[in-house]
């Protein structure tokens, strides 16, 4: 039975260590922050997408959801969101995942979290050439999770892909004080993702970097169970330098990080970088957003650990 109208919202997220290194299988963790994207979905005469024409080549990753989860008539979709795009926050995971929940919901389906993270890594996959499911897995599911290439304690949900594979754990986020910082450049992910797999398919170097990025996520899945934000912090910011060698930073970055690391427990870029956002951990609030804003940057203090993908009544 296909409902007359169905409102979902779904949460975008900061990684807190690994980006990049989690697409070569490397463990990372992110958390779910409370900036959404709502989406609101009903039976129409024509697709449509807040009042424009629905077209693949403008909005993929709604295209990529409509051809995985419906075959009925067209729909008028109306988004609304908290969040920059291309800003590393997971707009474009928190979109697919809100409308294929939407979806699911509309043909009377239950909302069932592993399904959609699982449809919703297949489609950023196939429009950024290259992913890991790291966004879409905690846009799903919320609260914090865990990405490694084993199964442990708190398993969710496997995914797979060509050799690699990765087993999403969710993870319980204590109460962390962060602070995004925007740069206000918007910075598509794929070309960032491929320039890393150029670097690493040439040079032991580069692969020595990813590994070490792996190794400091892993310590810091233990650090965030003990609520350790000093170490934690410190291995966002060697996270950080590390990334900063792989070629996914910035000089508007690198500006927000410095300027922030005075009043914080550790900083790093968010995301896929080249622009988009950097995260400072810190009891400091007030001091990392004005650091930010005097760098020219936005800055949004967000609650981490907040809820996944849901319908809004
Ligand atoms: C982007 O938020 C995170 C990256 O690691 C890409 C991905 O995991 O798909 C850069």
């Given at each position: ?10 949460p ?14 490397q ?40 051809k995985?989860q ?10 609304e ?13 928190a979109?697919t ?217």
């Open positions: 039975m296909v409902r007359q109208m169905v409102v979902t919202s779904a975008g997220k900061v990684i807190l260590l690994g980006e990049h290194a989690v697409v070569f299988g463990p990372a963790i992110a958390v779910a922050i409370d900036l959404r994207i709502r989406s609101e979905v009903h039976p129409a005469s024509t697709f449509t997408i807040n009042g424009s024409e629905l077209s693949g080549a403008t909005h993929p990753y709604i295209h990529g959801a409509i995985a419906w075959s009925d008539g067209p729909l008028a979709m109306e988004t969101s908290d969040l920059p795009s291309g800003s590393g926050m997971g707009s474009s995971a979109v995942v809100g409308l294929l929940a939407a979806l699911r919901l509309l043909k009377g389906d239950g909302m069932d979290e592993k399904d959609i993270a699982v449809r919703a890594f297949e489609i950023e996959s196939s429009v950024q050439g290259r992913a890991s499911p790291i966004d879409t897995s905690v846009s799903a599911h919320g609260k914090g999770i865990v990405v490694g290439p084993c199964q442990a304690p708190d398993f969710l949900w496997h995914i797979k892909k060509d050799v690699r594979e990765w087993f999403i754990h969710h993870c319980d986020v204590p109460r962390l004080n962060l602070v995004v910082g925007f740069t206000g450049i918007h910075a598509a992910t794929g070309p960032l993702v491929a320039k890393v797999k150029r670097y690493a398919d040439h040079t032991t170097f580069a692969r020595d970097i990813i590994q070490e990025i792996g190794e400091l996520s892993a310590e810091g899945v233990k650090r965030l169970k003990e609520n350790d934000v000093v170490r934690l912090g410190e291995l966002m910011t060697r996270d950080h330098k590390l990334l900063a060698i792989l070629g996914v930073s910035c000089r508007e970055l690198d500006k927000l990080v410095m300027a922030t690391l005075p009043y914080s427990y550790g900083a790093k870029l968010t995301g896929a970088g080249g622009g988009g956002s950097m995260i400072a951990l810190t009891d400091r609030t007030e001091e990392v957003c004005e650091a930010i804003r005097m760098k020219g940057g936005t800055p949004f203090v967000v609650r981490a650990g907040v809820d996944g993908v849901r319908e809004e009544r």
